[in-house]
């Protein structure tokens, strides 16, 4: 029963905390108030049931409690009335991330060991729970999703999972684990957005770097 407590806080917590940044993205992109909804639910959702449907987890939680849709659309609801005051926060769809991918990684990983996945899997379940939502975000809005092209997005998620999976094999108490896991992906995320930390991409010839200038010309702003 503690384990299910301490597993639903920070799933609850980086739903509420993505379905802000999925929100901050809408009203960036001028989406409506119900596109603003709609986004919020995705990007707080949208890895956890992808989660609880690959461990079996079925009705995914997002779909069976209704509480995960208050959060949702009550994040939805306060970016859309104060976005003002929530955008003057300093890279605030990127901090958010930061913080939701750290109370998913947690879960998701706790999750997929209550459900008897083995300690690879549950790593890697809860880099999926952490990344699953931003992604389907970036797609709706015809973005290549930020796992792809950010600084160490989903290896932050991946390791901060593997710290909870890590302390549960070692017998160390969930609450403590996953203070550890959720503080290395939050420090890791924030580290690689203020100094740029990222994974080494491959070098273009002249011919690809001028055709991925090409490209970026015209993309749309």
């Given at each position: 029963m503690i384990t299910e407590t301490f597993t639903r806080i920070p799933d609850l917590g980086g739903t509420f905390v993505f379905a802000i940044s999925g929100a901050l993205a809408a009203v960036d992109r001028r989406l409506d108030l119900f596109g603003i909804l709609v986004l919020s639910f995705v990007a707080g959702n949208f890895g956890g049931i992808t989660r609880d449907l690959l461990i079996g987890s079925v009705p995914p939680a997002a779909l069976a409690d209704g509480l995960y849709l208050l959060v949702s659309v009550t994040a939805g609801l306060i970016t859309f009335l104060a976005y003002a005051g929530i955008d003057r926060l300093r890279s605030p769809v990127l901090m958010f991330d930061a913080v939701g991918l750290a109370f998913f990684a947690v879960a998701g990983a706790q999750k997929a060991l209550a459900y008897g996945a083995s300690p690879v899997t549950a790593a890697l379940l809860g880099m999926v729970t952490g990344i699953g939502g931003g992604m389907t975000r970036d797609v709706l809005l015809g973005e290549i999703p930020h796992v792809l092209r950010s600084d160490l997005y989903a290896v932050a998620a991946l390791a901060g999972a593997s710290v909870v999976v890590g302390g549960a094999a070692i017998?160390?108490?969930?609450?403590?684990?996953?203070?550890?896991?959720?503080?290395?992906?939050?420090?890791?995320?924030?580290?690689?957005?203020?100094?740029?930390?990222?994974l080494p991409v491959a070098r273009l010839s002249a011919r690809g770097r001028a055709e991925a200038g090409s490209s970026n010309e015209e993309e749309p702003r």
């Amino acid at each position: 029963m503690i384990t299910e407590t301490f597993t639903r806080i920070p799933d609850l917590g980086g739903t509420f905390v993505f379905a802000i940044s999925g929100a901050l993205a809408a009203v960036d992109r001028r989406l409506d108030l119900f596109g603003i909804l709609v986004l919020s639910f995705v990007a707080g959702n949208f890895g956890g049931i992808t989660r609880d449907l690959l461990i079996g987890s079925v009705p995914p939680a997002a779909l069976a409690d209704g509480l995960y849709l208050l959060v949702s659309v009550t994040a939805g609801l306060i970016t859309f009335l104060a976005y003002a005051g929530i955008d003057r926060l300093r890279s605030p769809v990127l901090m958010f991330d930061a913080v939701g991918l750290a109370f998913f990684a947690v879960a998701g990983a706790q999750k997929a060991l209550a459900y008897g996945a083995s300690p690879v899997t549950a790593a890697l379940l809860g880099m999926v729970t952490g990344i699953g939502g931003g992604m389907t975000r970036d797609v709706l809005l015809g973005e290549i999703p930020h796992v792809l092209r950010s600084d160490l997005y989903a290896v932050a998620a991946l390791a901060g999972a593997s710290v909870v999976v890590g302390g549960a094999a070692i017998g160390v108490s969930y609450g403590i684990s996953a203070l550890a896991g959720g503080a290395l992906c939050l420090s890791l995320r924030v580290m690689a957005i203020r100094y740029g930390w990222r994974l080494p991409v491959a070098r273009l010839s002249a011919r690809g770097r001028a055709e991925a200038g090409s490209s970026n010309e015209e993309e749309p702003r």
